[in-house]
């Protein structure tokens, strides 16, 4: 059964946890009593459901909307986001008089994802578009004059840019002084000048009206596919050849949201829902291969395939193998080409997570030998030679995760003295901004990016520099981030109410991800038993209650940090925090915690 919470007060932290052993307080996620009931009765939702329901802000209008979400009732009018008519006629006019056409993509998911989905598009209208996507290592992100030089050169006549470009007024500018129209379709923020092209579609640029700037680039593809299809139906290019059903490709615009970490409200949610429902048929050639190849079965999609089963793999092809590898797989409809892909990229990914180990181990050692992760400092910067360009924002969220503080890790060229890094950072700290204002202090040779992520490229002789920079611009900024550090929880349970029901029931609400998180569950009092570590510093353990009642839970990551050992140590009065996983093993229907957080109310 749920156990009672209402003795806890969100005040003194619930159940106590001013400061858990990872330094956070808990605290139940607030919800609205009066939208709780309407949940309650409108939606026929048990209370616990109901609260967490509430809680993500779902008013009670919204209710229907949210847990059984439809593109009828949520997708919006292609025409209103800025320049979304204006890219469907230039692209069919393209079309239309075979001109040819080529798609510029990023290298990762949300680029592969949107580019898969013009591809077939294309495909379908009885089109080739040829593929471009630019060399992390060599080329770095997005379009340049480089990249375009060599499209004008290859014969293209115009470039749709996806999941970038929109910042690219340099490169955009190089594009039109050699006569190489190019069409942006992207969702990342820009400048308020907009690049040269013949259309900047951009959920997020100023002056979209769309308010739907939570899409990834794969679902601003798919609203353009849409206005493709009106345009070309506008035209009468169906009267020989079927209409495209979009609804097939709406596994692509998945992929691309949950991998992107965008916001899964509204539309987006409804993207996201539905393309997992499409993914679940497993028919895209490219994913059945590269489920299969990863070792897992295929069912029922969960967005735990797209994040971490499939996403993964197709981004090791941009980290350290060829970029368009994640591309090519998810556009072939060839079953021998997708299964070559998918073994190449996960052998590639099972590369990227030995250089990501080796990597995230030399770094912690160097900042551990500074103190900088338990000291006042506001952001960590540690940089090491030859450490991969392609993994140092995986290390860096890493690190963030272990230390609850901004971290950037840059790897540095021995032969050139360069140094290309990433950052990750805490809520409260805006780290784009600060790198920001080091390119503008001139300690940069280039930089950007937005609250939570950055990326740049200093020379080492600057990094003390640079270090110092960061550490005064963020200082002012540090004891709101702490403040701000609050572990929201949805529910108290104790051991025997963790079972297949409870998450079954609270399952109506996913898919999770930004804007609507996973439900978070408090176990009070328990005791971790059979507790053992496991290869990459895992905890395994059993939580049992005072009655007896157990759930079998895992912490990731942990065996060296205060939460493992409070868990291998095997005592008792242990409060956990986690979030419930189902357990399928050798058809067991069951569940298990993964932990996020253990409080030890004797260090309270």
Not at 171 to 187: E, Y
Not at 358 to 386: C, L, N, Q, S, Y
Not at 470 to 498: K, N, T, Y
Not at 576 to 587: E, F, H
């Amino acid at each position: 059964m749920m156990a009672d919470d209402g003795g806890f007060k969100i005040d003194s932290g619930f159940l106590g946890v001013s400061q858990s052993l990872s330094g956070r307080a808990w605290r139940q996620r607030p919800a609205d009593p009066a939208l709780i009931r309407a949940h309650r009765q409108g939606l026929g939702l048990e209370e616990p459901v109901a609260r967490a329901l509430a809680a993500r802000g779902v008013g009670a209008d919204q209710g229907a909307d949210f847990l059984t979400p439809t593109l009828r009732a949520l997708f919006p009018d292609p025409s209103s986001f800025m320049d979304m008519d204006r890219a469907a006629e230039a692209i069919v006019d393209a079309l239309l008089a075979k001109a040819r056409v080529h798609v510029f993509a990023d290298y990762d998911v949300d680029g592969a994802s949107s580019a898969a989905l013009l591809v077939r598009w294309f495909r379908a209208m009885g089109a080739d578009l040829p593929l471009y996507v630019p060399d992390r290592l060599t080329e770095g992100y997005g379009p340049s004059a480089r990249a375009f030089d060599t499209l004008k050169a290859a014969g293209a006549d115009l470039v749709v840019t996806v999941d970038c470009g929109a910042a690219a007024n340099e490169a955009l500018a190089h594009a039109a002084a050699i006569d190489l129209k190019v069409v942006v379709i992207d969702h990342h923020l820009m400048r308020s000048e907009p690049p040269q092209a013949l259309a900047v579609v951009n959920p997020n640029r100023p002056g979209c009206n769309s308010g739907q700037g939570n899409l990834a680039a794969a679902g601003v593809v798919f609203v353009l596919l849409a206005a493709l299809n009106r345009e070309a139906r506008r035209r009468g290019l169906f009267a020989d050849r079927p209409e495209p059903d979009l609804r097939q490709w709406l596994d692509l615009a998945a992929l691309g949201a949950i991998c992107d970490v965008t916001g899964l409200t509204g539309f987006n949610r409804a993207l996201t829902s539905l393309g997992l429902k499409v993914m679940s048929d497993w028919r895209n050639p490219g994913l059945r291969a590269l489920l299969a190849a990863a070792g897992a079965e295929q069912g029922a999609a969960k967005s735990h395939h797209a994040g971490f089963v499939l996403g993964p793999r197709i981004n090791a092809g941009g980290r350290i193998g060829r970029a368009d590898l994640g591309a090519r797989l998810l556009s072939t409809d060839d079953p021998a080409e997708a299964q070559q892909l998918a073994l190449e990229l996960d052998a590639l990914n099972l590369s990227r997570r030995d250089v990501e180990r080796a990597v995230t181990d030399a770094a912690v050692r160097k900042v551990e030998a500074t103190g900088a992760h338990v000291d006042d400092t506001p952001v960590i910067v540690v940089a090491g030679e030859d450490w991969h360009p392609g993994v140092v924002g995986i290390v860096a969220g890493r690190l963030r995760e272990r230390w609850r503080k901004p971290v950037i890790v840059v790897g540095l060229d021995p032969v050139t003295g360069l140094g290309k890094g990433s950052g990750r950072s805490q809520p409260g700290m805006n780290l784009g901004r600060a790198v920001q204002a080091a390119w503008e202090a001139g300690l940069l040779l280039a930089g950007g990016g937005h609250a939570m992520a950055a990326g740049l490229t200093v020379e080492g002789r600057r990094l003390s520099e640079l270090s110092a920079f960061l550490a005064e611009r963020l200082s002012g900024e540090r004891e709101d981030a702490v403040a701000m550090d609050v572990l929201e929880i949805d529910a108290l349970i104790d051991p025997a109410a963790a079972r297949r029901d409870l998450f079954d029931s609270f399952e109506r609400l996913a898919p999770f991800g930004p804007a609507n998180p996973e439900p978070v569950f408090a176990l009070g009092g328990v005791q971790a038993r059979e507790a053992v570590q496991m290869s990459g510093g895992h905890v395994r353990c059993r939580l049992v209650g005072p009655d007896g009642a157990s759930v079998r839970a895992v912490a990731w990551r942990c065996a060296d940090l205060p939460i493992g050992r409070a868990l291998l140590s095997g005592q008792g009065g242990l409060n956990v925090v986690g979030r419930l996983k189902a357990d399928d093993w050798n058809g067991r229907r069951g569940v298990q915690l993964e932990i996020e957080d253990v409080a030890d109310p004797r260090r309270l």
